[in-house]
């Protein structure tokens, strides 16, 4: 039968060929030669259809043994050539060279920021909190005193999901969430990413907040700047100098931002008699805002009309950059291991 002699001439040609194969190339040209959708083992099954119905069942039998013969042809040489390969990087290796030291990978200086953040925060008797990055508009922006048609809303550039769901564009939210479930008092910080539709030299679509809230009896404005004082302090240094300047934000009322006096310059507005380049002349740093927790919060969490509480936000990225004299913000997610060897 022609077809039965051709499927087993197939395993004595693959034979020879295999003995000239000299890499993993010429060994993958071989196989697609032969068992390929198109090689010849397929050219010949193709025409089992065409023959006598009797003959068929022989035929389909040779050409299983056959393919299964060729298969493990092709399985042993690709062994012995591995070993090949193998053998000889083993020959050229020098087991009396001295090796070489892995690279020790260090912590983010993101990560390390925050941790310092929340650390000083642990410390004046704040608890750690965290919640989802997928939040609803409600957690987003409805429970703190933002409604949809508030203008505030235009200056978040908001990531949406979908008409109810957004990236959330502040760890705020995870204080909503927090009052649902504890009772006053409540002092917390909440760490983790935020996302805007926001990206330049001093912008990236994700950047990294703490928010922070307490909340109870007789909470005042000046419980929040000897909070925020203490924790400046803290992170640039027992000399440096903290204000308050007035401002506006949607769920604080009074609101306020907080400056710091120049880490570089020392406050002076100038180095070596030329105006500051990280506060232009000014001695001042903004690094975050802050203010009373405006009461229209409290109806949607259910809390008493006599409790008081303040809440603030801290950008973790412009914390980094002031404590380590970076001038680029980029430089936090370009992965250059120069650049983060440094922290190690």
């Not at 703490?210 to 404005?221: A, D, F, S, Y």
């Amino acid at each position: 039968m022609d077809v039965i002699s051709a499927l087993e001439q197939l395993a004595p040609e693959l034979e020879k060929g295999l003995a000239e194969v000299a890499s993993s190339e010429d060994l993958e040209a071989l196989r697609v030669e032969f068992l390929g959708r198109k090689g010849r083992l397929a050219a010949i099954m193709s025409t089992l259809p065409t023959l006598d119905a009797a003959d068929r069942p022989k035929a389909g039998k040779c050409a299983n043994e056959v393919k299964g013969k060729l298969t493990e042809l092709f399985d042993a040489r690709k062994e012995r050539l591995l070993a090949d390969v193998e053998e000889k990087f083993l020959k050229g290796f020098d087991p009396t060279l001295p090796g070489r030291r892995p690279w020790e990978g260090s912590r983010h200086p993101i990560t390390l920021t925050m941790e310092k953040i929340c650390s000083t925060f642990q410390s004046l008797g704040f608890d750690i909190e965290s919640g989802p990055e997928v939040e609803t508009d409600y957690y987003n922006f409805e429970a703190l005193n933002l409604p949809p048609e508030h203008p505030a809303r235009d200056m978040q550039d908001t990531l949406y999901l979908s008409d109810k769901v957004v990236l959330r564009t502040q760890t705020s939210a995870v204080q909503v969430h927090t009052m649902e479930k504890r009772r006053p008092p409540v002092a917390i910080v909440a760490p983790g990413k935020v996302y805007r539709r926001d990206s330049d030299v001093t912008h990236t679509p994700m950047f990294h907040q703490v928010e922070g809230l307490m909340v109870g009896e007789h909470v005042t404005m000046a419980h929040l700047r000897g909070i925020l004082t203490a924790f400046s302090q803290a992170m640039f240094g027992a000399e440096t100098k903290v204000r308050f300047r007035p401002s506006f934000f949607p769920f604080t009322e009074p609101s306020a931002e907080v400056d710091i006096s120049c880490c570089l310059c020392k406050g002076k507005g100038h180095a070596n008699g030329t105006p500051c380049r990280v506060c232009k002349g000014t001695g001042w740093l903004e690094i975050l805002g802050c203010g009373m927790v405006d009461p229209a919060v409290y109806n949607y969490v259910g809390y008493p009309e006599d409790i008081t509480g303040f809440a603030f936000g801290v950008g973790v990225e412009r914390v980094a950059m002031l404590t380590y004299g970076l001038g680029d913000l980029r430089m936090f997610f370009e992965n250059d291991s120069r650049f983060l060897r440094q922290f190690a």
